[in-house]
């Protein structure tokens, strides 16, 4: 499978390895309440975020060891094309969310981990222009 949307990471070209992926752009605002009618209200809405989402296929620890060395970084700079319009490609600065990871099997001193799974999350807010 070949994932376009991202394009670098780091300034190398995006693996291309078999894994579950999703891009997502979430709207960040400030001071949203619900009215007396229930009514969400967003008075201040400051633009929208990206966020990418990763679940790696099993990996053995020492695979498993090298994602985490990247991912140990305070920013990850990725090449991607944009939610809205794909020919629009944008460079920007993350950071890494969660992090989740369970054990399939342990033999010897070889562990092997059933999914490990991460997100990346835009540093920053980029004005909405749509």
């Keep these: 499978m070949?994932?376009?949307?991202?394009?670098?990471?780091?300034?190398k070209p995006f693996p291309?390895?078999?894994?579950?992926?999703?891009?997502?752009v979430f709207t960040v605002d400030?001071?949203?309440?619900?009215?007396?009618?229930?009514?969400?209200?967003?008075p201040s809405i400051l633009g929208e975020r990206d966020k990418?989402?990763?679940?790696?296929?099993?990996l053995h620890s020492t695979?498993?060891?090298?994602?985490?060395?990247?991912?140990?970084?305070?920013?990850?700079?990725?090449?991607?094309?944009?939610?809205?319009d794909s020919s629009i490609i944008r460079t920007g600065t993350f950071y890494h969310g969660d992090l989740t990871k369970s054990t399939l099997w342990i033999k010897s001193s070889t562990t092997l981990y059933d999914k490990f799974a991460f997100n990346l999350i835009s540093y920053k807010i980029r004005k909405i222009s749509y």
């Design 2 to 11: 070949s994932f376009t949307t991202i394009r670098t990471i780091n300034g």
């Design 16 to 24: 291309q390895v078999p894994m579950e992926f999703s891009q997502d």
């Design 30 to 42: 400030r001071d949203s309440y619900d009215d007396l009618e229930g009514n969400l209200q967003r």
């Design 52 to 58: 990418f989402e990763f679940i790696l296929p099993p």
């Design 63 to 84: 695979e498993l060891k090298a994602v985490l060395n990247e991912l140990k970084k305070s920013s990850i700079t990725l090449e991607y094309e944009d939610f809205w």
